[in-house]
């Protein structure tokens, strides 16, 4: 990874008005200048600043300046945790945007990047949307300079569409679970995670809208509430992205990271690196935490902490779990599965 320039320093983004956030920077107006047109987008809050601005920090200085911005919108008070996360984003060429839990209109922060439209530059039409519980290991300028056809959404496959018409475990009560959803079979394996999206902003407004009235009318429903609205709402308009782009990191119990070369590496469940050096990523994906909190001990307040117990759990969990996926994903018919959809991605 190259060093980041200190050039480039943040702005005030958007126009004016009650609803818009305020976007670090050196003065308060509305954007006057020009810029990319594309941007790599986060939504968080106090409590994932921490794994955000690293990931953010990595993806900035994994992708040309030219190419896109990277804008970390976190919903929340002007605190001192804010302010040294705004001194952070400055440093490091990262637009931040402090906004108002408010502007969710009672909406969960899991839904917060539905209203990025409303607080993104005007001048930003192609966007990648990121998580925060994410590590990005090389660069994004394939994904990002990818062109998306008016109407389409680009995500890369959710690892329960490469079991989802298994016999035995959990997969049954699955696709019982999708029926009751209304998702036709044939959409089952097209099933993506929305951890990493690739749009354009005139889509995404109006997406989003949908999405939302479907989470506030339906959510408590819903097991994984954003995503299994997006992929309601979105349905056919999706084309698939390469797991790379988007790499479950328990892929490493069988070797996936081979051929697949991940760039962003998605920690979608509990526990997460920042948490320990539990199994399958060890200390590798571990340290950079430790190492970014050293370097910024102002932000240490947002690291997300696991109890004693927690930690001899989620050991012990690991380890057992390592042992079943390798055997599990390891197979020969589920490889063939993840190879056939990367043959499918677009990008």
Same mark, same amino acid.
């Given at each position: 990874?190259?060093?980041?320039?200190?050039?480039?320093?943040?702005?005030?983004?958007?126009?004016p008005?009650?609803?818009?956030?305020a976007?670090?920077?050196?003065?308060?107006?509305?954007?006057?200048?020009?810029?990319?047109s594309?941007?790599?987008?986060y939504t968080?809050?106090e409590?994932?600043?921490?794994?955000?601005?690293?990931?953010?920090?990595q993806?900035?200085?994994?992708? +040309?300046?030219?190419?896109a911005?990277?804008?970390v919108?976190?919903?929340?008070?002007?605190t001192p945790?804010?302010?040294a996360?705004q001194?952070?984003?400055?440093?490091?060429?990262?637009?931040?945007?402090?906004?108002?839990?408010?502007?969710?209109?009672?909406?969960p922060?899991?839904?917060?990047r539905?209203?990025l439209c409303?607080?993104?530059? +005007?001048?930003?039409?192609?966007?990648?949307?990121?998580?925060?519980?994410t590590?990005?290991a090389?660069?994004?300028?394939?994904?990002v300079a990818h062109a998306?056809?008016?109407g389409e959404?680009l995500?890369?496959?959710? +690892?329960?569409?490469?079991m989802i018409?298994?016999? /035995?475990?959990?997969?049954?009560? /699955?696709?019982?679970?999708f029926?009751?959803?209304?998702?036709?079979?044939?959409?089952?394996t097209?099933?993506?995670?929305?951890?990493?999206?690739?749009?354009?902003?005139?889509?995404?407004?109006?997406?989003s809208?949908?999405?939302?009235?479907l989470?506030?009318?339906h959510?408590?429903?819903?097991?994984?509430?954003?995503q299994?609205a997006l992929?309601?709402?979105?349905g056919?308009r =999706?084309r698939?992205?390469?797991?790379?782009w988007?790499?479950?990191?328990?892929?490493?119990?069988?070797?996936?990271?081979?051929?697949?070369?991940? /760039?962003?590496? =998605?920690?979608?469940?509990?526990?997460r690196?920042?948490?320990g050096?539990?199994?399958?990523?060890?200390?590798e994906?571990?340290?950079?935490?430790?190492?970014?909190l050293?370097?910024?001990?102002d932000?240490?307040?947002?690291?997300?902490s696991?109890?004693r117990l =927690?930690?001899?759990?989620?050991?012990?969990?690991?380890r057992?779990?390592?042992l079943?996926e390798?055997r599990?994903?390891?197979?020969?018919a589920?490889r =063939?599965?993840?190879?056939a959809?990367?043959?499918?991605?677009?990008?």
């Amino acid at each position: 990874m190259s060093t980041p320039s200190s050039s480039n320093p943040t702005g005030a983004a958007g126009a004016p008005g009650p609803a818009r956030g305020a976007e670090a920077g050196p003065d308060s107006g509305p954007e006057t200048g020009g810029g990319p047109s594309r941007a790599c987008c986060y939504t968080v809050n106090e409590g994932y600043l921490l794994p955000t601005l690293l990931s953010a920090s990595q993806l900035r200085r994994n992708l +040309p300046r030219a190419l896109a911005d990277v804008v970390v919108v976190c919903f929340g008070a002007a605190t001192p945790l804010t302010a040294a996360a705004q001194g952070f984003c400055a440093r490091e060429g990262i637009r931040f945007i402090l906004a108002p839990v408010s502007l969710l209109v009672g909406a969960p922060m899991i839904c917060a990047r539905f209203f990025l439209c409303d607080l993104l530059d +005007p001048r930003y039409r192609e966007i990648v949307y990121l998580d925060g519980d994410t590590q990005v290991a090389g660069s994004l300028e394939p994904l990002v300079a990818h062109a998306v056809a008016p109407g389409e959404i680009l995500a890369a496959p959710d +690892p329960m569409a490469v079991m989802i018409d298994s016999p /035995r475990g959990p997969w049954p009560a /699955r696709r019982a679970y999708f029926d009751r959803l209304g998702m036709p079979a044939a959409r089952r394996t097209q099933y993506f995670n929305s951890g990493v999206l690739r749009f354009r902003r005139d889509d995404w407004e109006a997406l989003s809208r949908e999405c939302l009235a479907l989470c506030l009318k339906h959510g408590s429903t819903f097991t994984f509430r954003d995503q299994d609205a997006l992929n309601i709402v979105v349905g056919e308009r =999706h084309r698939p992205m390469s797991f790379r782009w988007n790499f479950p990191p328990f892929f490493l119990n069988f070797g996936a990271e081979v051929a697949i070369a991940p /760039r962003v590496y =998605h920690f979608m469940s509990n526990p997460r690196p920042w948490h320990g050096a539990f199994a399958p990523w060890g200390r590798e994906w571990h340290q950079p935490y430790v190492a970014f909190l050293n370097d910024n001990p102002d932000l240490g307040r947002s690291m997300p902490s696991l109890g004693r117990l =927690h930690g001899f759990k989620y050991a012990a969990q690991q380890r057992f779990k390592r042992l079943v996926e390798a055997r599990q994903w390891g197979a020969p018919a589920v490889r =063939h599965r993840i190879a056939a959809m990367e043959a499918a991605a677009v990008v």
